[in-house]
């Protein structure tokens, strides 16, 4: 059931946010409403009254029974989904799955998620995997970009990892049209799509994807507790994935393989059906929707803000389909121009009270606001009025962007 529209400040509650800061990026490790907390705390206090009892027989079908929760929240089969801590794992589970080895080629594209290319970095020094990173200009349209995947497929191309919405530039790739046409290229080459912060933004009908593989973070978005998040993979693929960590349940088959981890706390899991309840209760895709209306205006008055300070920022260089609730802001040539000086500036803003993602991508520095459902336009007005006197002080003393 939906609910009519209410105010950041009305939802404040629900949070335990700290008002005296501007958050404005919830998206990029989430924020877990109080029930939430107290859903997982409930099961924490069970497992403490009957330690035995609790991890023999309740846990196991608690995470049975959130997996397949979640399976039904995205709308793919129980057999499809498994649950795995976050993307980070999601992603290494399927390259050790695959058996990758010399001379094998994995193709990125240069706005893949930097843990994501350190993992390939990995494997490409000591199992000799050649990682091919496809260069995508940030306001290349959806031809483009499904043209720069499939021209970098070759014989010896066994995985292409395809973000449905890319991190550092918070646009949206189409990741279905660009597995269609990897697959035309090469027709066992496997496409993983990095689905890190669709979860809660983007519906999508992942089995309809034509992907072999899907990784999603429920804690971003979704109101779930840090640490959960989905793994989807293609029935072909089933019975080569296997977890990284093997333990009671490593027998069982793809999806339940990945329920126990040995005694591990996973109170953070069963609390998902909770977390995805509370998502319907506070508005879902009509949520999602104020969201982007809330990060659009945001964006505006910041980009106005720079240029009425006399900054020149060009904006025509932004992608034609940005991500949901998140947007890529142009910062003026000088202030970012590397991750130092991306950490400066954020250091500099967060002394400010605000905190905002602040990156350095393609040799320039962006900032990334995003809006969940706590985020009102006022936050943005808030950052519109300091962000110029800020960026000011940072141009005019150097050694801060150092
Ligand atoms: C595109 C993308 N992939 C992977 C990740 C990693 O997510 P996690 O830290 O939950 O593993 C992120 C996190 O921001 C991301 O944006």
Request: with cysteine.
């Amino acid at each position: 059931m939906q609910s009519p529209r209410r105010s950041g400040r009305e939802l404040g509650h629900l949070f335990a946010l700290d008002p005296a800061r501007t958050h404005l990026n919830l998206g990029a490790f989430g924020a877990v409403p109080r029930p939430v907390l107290a859903a997982r705390q409930a099961w924490a206090e069970q497992a403490e009254a009957d330690p035995h009892r609790f991890h023999r027989v309740d846990a196991p079908r608690a995470v049975a029974a959130a997996r397949r929760s979640a399976a039904d929240w995205l709308g793919v089969d129980h057999e499809a989904l498994a649950l795995v801590s976050n993307v980070t794992e999601g992603v290494s589970t399927v390259l050790a799955s695959l058996g990758l080895g010399t001379g094998d080629e994995v193709v990125v594209s240069d706005h893949g998620y930097g843990a994501v290319r350190l993992a390939l970095g990995s494997w490409s020094e000591h199992r000799e995997v050649v990682v091919r990173e496809v260069p995508v200009p940030l306001a290349a349209t959806g031809d483009e970009v499904v043209h720069a995947f499939a021209a970098a497929v070759g014989p010896r191309t066994r995985l292409v990892i395809v973000d449905q919405i890319t991190s550092p530039t918070a646009r949206v790739f189409p990741v279905r049209e660009v597995a269609a046409a990897v697959h035309a290229a090469g027709r066992d080459v496997a496409v993983l799509v990095d689905a890190a912060h669709v979860p809660g933004t983007l519906p999508t009908d992942i089995s309809g994807l034509g992907a072999d593989a899907w990784v999603g973070n429920f804690h971003k978005w979704l109101f779930a507790p840090r640490g959960t998040a989905g793994l989807w993979v293609a029935p072909h693929l089933r019975e080569r994935i296997r977890p990284l960590v093997l333990g009671w349940s490593s027998a069982a088959g793809y999806p339940e393989s990945f329920d126990a981890r040995g005694t591990q706390d996973l109170t953070g899991w069963m609390a998902l059906p909770d977390a995805l309840a509370l998502w319907d209760r506070l508005g879902g895709w009509e949520m999602v929707a104020q969201c982007r209306g809330v990060v659009s205006e945001g964006h505006r008055l910041l980009a106005d803000a720079i240029r009425a300070a006399g900054f020149d920022i060009d904006l025509s260089v932004l992608p034609d389909r940005p991500a949901p609730t998140m947007r890529l802001l142009p910062l003026p040539p000088g202030v970012v121009r590397d991750d130092a000086s991306a950490d400066a500036l954020y250091e500099r803003l967060s002394a400010h009270g605000f905190e905002v993602a602040v990156l350095a991508w393609g040799g320039a520095g962006w900032l990334r606001p995003g809006a969940q459902v706590v985020t009102e336009v006022d936050d943005f007005r808030h950052l519109a009025r300091e962000l110029p006197g800020v960026l000011r002080d940072v141009l005019d003393e150097p050694a801060l962007s150092a």
